[in-house]
C-alpha cells in the first residue's frame, strides 16, 4: 500500500505518535521494521475503529433523506474522552445527521451559525443565546499505578511538594495557580510537565510522570490511572448553549438530546452536582443504568 508521502514525514509522523503514546510501536533493524506487541494492539484498535466508520460511512441515505450538519463547539477532553466514544452508536440511529465535532481550548462566546452547539465550562456571553446547565464536572488528583510504587502518595498539598505535578492550563486550571495552592516559593522543580492538551496530559499521567488534575470520570473508563486523596477537589459546571432559533432545526434538537443524556447523573454518577469519589461510583459499573464506554481502548498503551 502506498501512502504518497515522503519517508521522512512518515518517520516524523510515527515518532510524534509513539511519544505521545508513550510506547514504541516499531522495532526497526537494517533488514527492516517490525511491529512491536504494543505496534499490533494499536494495529487491532485502528482496524476496529475503521470497519466501524466503513459500517457508518457506507450506510446509504434513503431517497427521502438529506444529510443535515450539526457542529459542536467542546471543551477538548469532554470531546475527546466521552463525547467521541459515544459518536459511533449516535450515527447508527441518525444516519442522515453529519456531527462537526471542533475540540478547542477556548469557550465559545458568540454564536455565528443557528446550528452550532457548545459544551463547555463556562457560559456564554451571547445574550441571545439558550444557556442550560448539563451537570458538574468534578476533579481530582490522580496517578498512574508505576508512580504509586515508586513514589507513594501525598495526603495533603505540604506533601506534594516533594513530588513531580503534570500541569494541564485549560479551562478548569489557571496557569497562576500553584502560588495559590503552594504559596510563592513552592519548589521550582515541582512541576515535570506543563502542556496545553488534554491527551498529552493524560497520557502523561497514566506513564508516571507525576501527579496530574483529572475528571473523577477518568477511573471510569481506564485502569491507567488511580485517585489519591489530598486536601484538592475542584468543581466546575458544565454548560450547554445554543443559538436562539436552533430549536427550530430537527436535527439540531436531536443532537442537544442526545448531549443531555450523555451528561445524565442517574446514569453517570461522576456527573452529578456533588462530589463522588471514584471509588464509590465504581461500585455502580456492573448496574444495568450505567456503561463502560471505552471496553479497554484506552489501555492498549498502558
Not at 59 to 86: A, C, D, K, M, N
Amino acid at each position: 500500500m502506498s501512502l504518497s508521502l515522503a519517508t521522512n514525514t512518515v518517520r516524523t509522523r510515527l515518532a510524534r505518535l509513539e511519544d505521545l503514546l508513550g510506547c514504541q510501536l516499531l522495532e526497526r533493524a537494517t533488514t527492516g521494521v517490525s511491529l512491536t506487541h504494543r505496534g499490533f494492539d494499536l494495529r487491532e484498535v485502528a482496524r476496529e475503529m475503521a470497519a466501524a466508520t466503513s459500517r457508518i460511512g457506507h450506510r446509504p441515505l434513503t431517497s427521502s433523506q438529506q444529510l443535515h450538519r450539526v457542529e459542536i463547539q467542546v471543551s477538548e477532553g469532554l470531546g475527546t474522552f466521552w463525547i467521541i466514544p459515544r459518536l459511533a452508536d449516535f450515527h447508527r440511529m441518525h444516519p442522515d445527521i453529519l456531527i462537526s465535532l471542533n475540540c478547542t481550548l477556548e469557550p465559545l462566546n458568540r454564536f455565528q451559525s443557528s446550528n452550532c452547539i457548545a459544551v463547555q465550562m463556562v457560559k456564554p456571553e451571547d445574550p441571545d443565546a439558550v444557556c442550560a446547565r448539563l451537570g458538574s464536572l468534578h476533579v481530582m488528583p490522580f496517578v498512574s499505578p508505576a508512580y504509586l510504587n515508586q513514589h507513594g502518595a501525598p495526603r495533603s498539598l505540604q506533601d506534594a511538594r516533594n513530588h513531580q505535578l503534570v500541569i494541564q492550563t485549560s479551562e478548569i486550571m489557571r496557569s497562576d495557580f500553584l502560588p495559590l495552592l503552594f504559596g510563592d516559593d513552592f519548589p521550582t522543580n515541582l512541576i515535570a510537565l506543563e502542556t496545553n492538551s488534554s491527551a498529552a496530559h493524560y497520557w502523561a499521567v497514566s506513564k508516571g510522570v507525576g501527579i496530574g488534575m483529572l475528571p473523577t470520570y477518568a477511573r471510569a473508563i481506564t485502569r491507567s490511572v488511580i485517585p489519591i486523596d489530598m486536601e484538592l477537589k475542584l468543581r466546575r459546571d458544565i454548560w450547554l448553549a445554543y443559538p436562539l432559533n436552533a430549536k427550530k432545526t430537527k436535527s439540531v434538537t436531536t443532537v442537544i438530546t442526545w448531549l443531555k443524556s450523555l451528561f445524565d447523573s442517574q446514569s453517570y454518577p461522576w456527573f452529578a452536582n456533588d462530589f463522588i469519589h471514584p471509588n464509590d461510583f465504581e461500585k455502580q459499573f456492573e448496574q444495568s443504568n450505567v456503561v463502560e464506554l471505552f471496553s479497554g481502548i484506552m489501555e492498549f498503551g498502558a
